[in-house]
């Protein structure tokens, strides 16, 4: 639905090509280890990994939030409306930041500040950014909280997060990314911290904000339901790198990379009961000591000689489904001729 | 309350269990009023059998499962454990049953004493289970291990040597050293990394088949219950809102707030997207949970509610044998 906008109009983020190495004592830790992903007009996109992969440490470059150091930002570009945001100016970056750029993190209680009002938080932005009247301001900070679903707004406004139940202070960090109207909405695992029934209806929110303002929402998640359920495009991480991007509906039908194969696979649902759950053996290798080659392959069932040694590339699918398997890809070729 | 097939014993029979925690208030903490955590749970756990235990945060589940193991005394109700009565024993009393009864707690970090070698803290369940030749205690040790999947000289490692996954295995492996016949699995894999989950799940339905456990298994975590339980109970502020075996639980929920819970499982199929009537449903559903002294404890966050809820008495029903629910409309 949205990758005729992203032709036709290009990309308002870009990354390409980031590495986010943390200089620790004895070791250097690769977070992020060459990265490209895009986000369109009007898209939401979801990186999903799992912890330590590298998603929330992408998403904190294109703030420039990653504290540098003990971080180092070793290459990349991070484009956004045609400008390189790793070499602008802090004055600069402070514009785009919070104004053009919002972010929604994972844990609303401490994200929000406990000694202000909701009303105080809300306008923050707004202060810093635009220039509104008091009254006005007021008004507009009613509207947002009204438009995250909150009732009695105007009275709300007054109240501090405590009084708030998780899914209301989630709505209300909501309405503080929207305060300026953004173009992109960066969202750090927004739910996870809260109950099935919250989630569903904070996810309906995302959706229903995202077409009403055509913003586009860049969205964190380790969560293969939340991203069935919100994204248009999936870029899947593995210790610091991409291995499979792809739209939703294909990513979950077509999955090509080994690993999204068994994180799909690994899911257990009530259609499996009675079967054993396929598992993928080991644990996560830590960013300090990353296998070479393919980072996958201790874990691998197809990996091969050549995947210890040699940094897999990505292999085209079409249709922009990439997958970075060329085991696989080499392998499944004849089937995908016929 | 449910009967189950007759030849199958239940391991534990919990009937009309309280547990009420005290709201203090002022300077002399006068107790001003009660948070009713569990108010009035009957649940039955047959033998070899897993039975899930499911609700959102809040709801209660892990008090009940800190009263079954009497870790908190409770006000009022029934525990049976292996056709005992467990809820009104002394100490002394149940410490021999204690060794039956073990739990598995959701976080593997701070559920470990980090000062312990994983040999040390599964040692003790060991010493506990009455092995006490030092030698038999660590060849008992290394037979644990193996069987949760790790290898025997982790028992010479600390706990921060380990990843997540495998500190939940130490710390099944410390639940089995005692050789329980309940064990009550408190959130076991919701602090894991998704790829790491799948093990865990698997493990224990092997050490189930293997050693014949009986799992009491809490969960927030829908997709996990529905794969992994025979029975599913679903608690609200306290309450069970409704019990059924798992299948039927799924595919024919009846409580008004089981529907609300399963339309809300985010499922890994982008096919099955909800529309925005759906979620709109859900929201309407949202409301104050002022509980009110007579009627559905549901009613003020109930979709399908209307003038009679006030009025009829909410109690467990059984309607279809085995399927037990707790609204009046069902």
């Known amino acids: ?338 | 309350m449910n009967e189950e097939n007759s030849d199958i014993r239940p391991i534990l029979e919990i009937t009309g269990l309280k547990k009420y925690f005290p709201i203090r208030r002022g300077f002399f903490q006068r107790v001003s009023g009660w948070v009713r955590a569990v108010d009035g749970v009957d649940l039955s756990l047959a033998s070899g059998k897993t039975l899930g235990l499911v609700g959102e945060s809040g709801c209660g589940k892990s008090t009940v499962a800190r009263v079954v193991l009497r870790l908190l005394d409770l006000q009022e109700g029934s525990i049976r454990f292996r056709r005992q009565e467990i809820s009104r024993m002394t100490e002394r009393e149940l410490k021999p049953l204690r060794r039956q009864m073990q739990i598995v707690f959701q976080d593997p970090y701070g559920s470990l004493n980090p000062r312990m070698t994983v040999g040390q803290s599964i040692g003790e369940g060991v010493r506990i289970a009455g092995i006490a030749g030092s030698r038999q205690r660590r060849q008992r040790i290394a037979e644990l291990l193996e069987m949760v999947g790790l290898s025997p000289d982790a028992a010479d490692r600390f706990p921060h040597e380990f990843s997540g996954g495998q500190r939940q295995r130490v710390g099944i492996a410390r639940a089995l050293s005692v050789n329980p016949s309940l064990v009550i699995c408190d959130e076991p894999i919701s602090a894991l990394d998704v790829s790491i989950q799948a093990q865990i799940i698997n493990l224990l339905k092997d050490l189930q088949d293997r050693l014949g456990l009986s799992y009491l298994f809490i969960s927030h975590d829908l997709n996990v219950v529905g794969y992994l339980c025979d029975r599913v109970a679903v608690m609200y502020a306290g309450r069970i809102m409704e019990e059924a075996p798992a299948l039927e639980l799924f595919e024919a929920p009846r409580h008004p707030y089981t529907r609300k819970l399963l339309s809300a499982i985010p499922e890994p199929d982008p096919d099955r997207r909800k529309t925005a009537a759906e979620v709109a449903e859900t929201e309407a559903a949202e409301g104050s949970e002022a509980a009110e002294a007579t009627g559905c404890s549901y009613r003020p966050a109930c979709s399908a509610k209307d003038d009679s809820c006030r009025d009829l008495p909410d109690e467990l029903r059984e309607i279809q044998p085995g399927h037990w629910v707790r609204c009046t409309k069902a």
């Open chain 1, 1 to 338: 639905m949205t990758k005729d906008n992203f032709t036709e109009t290009g990309d308002l983020l870009s990354v390409e090509d980031l590495r986010v190495h943390f200089h620790g004592d004895d070791a250097v830790a690769r977070a992020v280890d060459g990265v490209d992903f895009r986000v369109g007009h009007n898209e939401t996109v979801c990186l999903v990994g799992e912890s330590g992969c590298g998603k929330t440490v992408s998403a904190l470059a294109v703030l420039g939030l990653v504290p540098c150091p003990p971080a180092e930002i070793a290459s990349g570009r991070i484009l956004f409306a045609a400008q390189d945001l790793l070499h602008l100016e802090e004055e600069a970056l402070r514009r785009i930041r919070g104004n053009r750029i919002a972010m929604v993190f994972q844990e609303p209680l401490t994200s929000l500040n406990p000694v202000f009002t909701v009303g105080d938080q809300i306008g923050e932005a707004i202060r810093i950014h635009r220039a509104l009247p008091d009254d006005e301001l007021r008004l507009r900070c009613a509207s947002l909280l009204e438009d995250v679903g909150i009732a009695d707004a105007e009275e709300r406004l007054g109240d501090y997060p405590h009084q708030l139940s998780g899914g209301q202070r989630q709505r209300v960090m909501i309405a503080m990314a929207l305060a300026c109207d953004p173009e992109l909405i960066i969202a750090d695992e927004p739910t996870t911290a809260l109950d099935v029934t919250v989630q569903a209806q904070i996810l309906g929110l995302f959706r229903s904000i995202q077409q009403s303002r055509s913003m586009s929402v860049l969205y964190i998640t380790h969560d293969l339901g939340v991203v069935a359920s919100v994204a248009d495009r999936v870029y899947v991480m593995y210790a610091g790198i991409i291995v499979e991007q792809a739209d939703t509906a294909q990513l979950f039908r077509a999955p090509q990379h080994p690993y999204t194969r068994g994180l799909l696979a690994s899911l257990p649902t009530r259609s499996r009961r009675g079967e054993r759950l396929h598992s993928i053996p080991g644990s996560v290798p830590s960013p300090a000591r990353k296998p070479p080659g393919c980072p996958f392959h201790p874990r691998c069932s197809y990996a091969v000689e050549s995947c210890r040694r040699t940094f897999p590339a990505m292999c085209d699918y079409g249709g922009q489904h990439m997958s970075r398997c060329p085991v696989l890809f080499e392998a499944e070729k004849p089937r995908r001729q016929q």
